[in-house]
């Protein structure tokens, strides 16, 4: 006997500090799965900022609903931030000292926040059959996720720094409904970190190309030789400065690295 499943469409919401395509990995990542739920039939909306810049956090774009490469976004505005109060507990983070609980809460308040967006969470979460969080250290993760907790779900993109080690961070992951990991390394952490996190290995919504599309690729360097390749933000905020410098002891130290490169590409600069 064949058992038909009926396919029931699903309303999520995409919540994230900024958004627009090839602004980095979190906003890809993001964009991705929710282009993949939304071609498969379900209501899906991205709920944002309008900044741009990921330094100043400045409103850049137009508050509002509009559509985006078949999503629909709508942005909110930022609120106003105190940065010589933040500034300070950003560092201290960062250096892996320890906050007071008030402080860290400070640090979360003073960070990225936009109070248009969390009233539109408290309003419309009953609309949405799930609401998805990305990535875990934005303060429109901590307090966004937090309105409706039972709802929430967190795309962490968690890294083991220090960041995740603070006692707001903590109690976020295990308040929340679950977690989407981009590979089993993070769920493992995550685990380590806040015990039991329900999820599992999600990684990032992508359509294959065929063994054709492949063939007819041309290589990228007319000169052939070996490399390793880093994609990302050029920042120090990325630790970019450190794998160069790790990658050139490692030549230094190893006559077998031969001709071994390393290929940087993403945006952003070194001038920092």
Known sequence: MEVVVEFVPRRYAF???RFGRGMGGAENLTAEL??????RGDNVEILTTCARDNRTWANEY?????DENGL???RFTVDPRNLESWIPKQIAISEGRSLSLDDQLAWMAEGVNSSGLYRHILEHASKFDAIFFAPYLFPT????SLICPAKSYLIPCLHDEAAAYTDVVQSMFRQVRGALFNAGPE??????LYEDVPGGEVGMGFVAPSPEEVKGLSPFFEED??????????????????????????????????DLRLVIAGGGSFED
């Not at 929710?34 to 071609?39: E, F, H, Q, T």
């Not at 993760?141 to 966004?144: E, H, K, N, S, V």
């Not at 030789?225 to 130290?253: H, P």
């Open 15 to 17: 919540v994230v500090p």
């Open 34 to 39: 929710a282009s993949r739920l939304k071609d």
């Open 62 to 66: 137009a508050p509002g609903r509009t």
């Open 72 to 74: 629909s976004v709508t």
């Open 141 to 144: 993760t901590f307090w966004g």
């Open 187 to 192: 769920r493992d952490l995550a685990a380590w």
């Open 225 to 258: 030789f070996q490399y390793l390749l880093y994609l990302g933000r050029k920042e120090t905020g990325k630790n970019a400065q450190l794998l160069i410098d790790y990658f050139c002891g490692f030549k230094e130290s190893s006559p077998d690295a031969g």
